[in-house]
């Protein structure tokens, strides 16, 4: 049986995800009591071999000055053809490819 300190290594080689604290404050008073402050380290370039990689490319926000990319996150209007960029929210609008969106998964394809 691993040790605690072995099982939060293992999720941080695994996720390439580091906190500073393995607990999340329960209130805001709790929150102002945090000597060290709540960070993560993020690694976005991680090599995760048990995802497979996408075969399709990004939907970029149309703001010149955001280009997030279309994520599950974002809101999407379905009967719009639009989806809003999380970040600058901008509407923007759903590339030709992506016309027969829907709500629904189509398992046809
Ligand atoms: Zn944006």
């Known amino acids: 049986m691993a040790t605690y300190e072995e099982f939060i290594q293992q ?3 695994r996720d390439g995800i580091r906190f500073t604290w393995n607990v999340w ?7 102002t ?3 060290v402050p709540l960070a ?3 690694q976005p370039l991680k090599e995760r071999p048990d995802l497979p990689p996408i075969q399709y490319e990004p939907v970029l926000c149309t703001r010149n000055t955001c280009r997030a990319i279309l994520n599950p996150m974002c ?3 379905y009967r719009a053809k639009l989806w ?6 901008q509407r923007n609008p759903f590339p ?3 016309a027969a969106i829907s709500s629904s998964i ?3 394809n």
Do not use: A, G, H, W
Request: charged share 20%.
């Open 11 to 13: 999720n941080e080689d």
């Open 25 to 31: 404050p329960s209130s805001r008073i709790e929150t």
């Open 33 to 35: 009591r945090l000597v």
């Open 40 to 42: 993560c380290l993020y």
């Open 75 to 77: 809101q999407v209007d």
């Open 84 to 89: 809003v960029c999380n970040f600058c929210f």
């Open 96 to 98: 030709p490819q992506y």
């Open 106 to 108: 189509n398992l046809q």
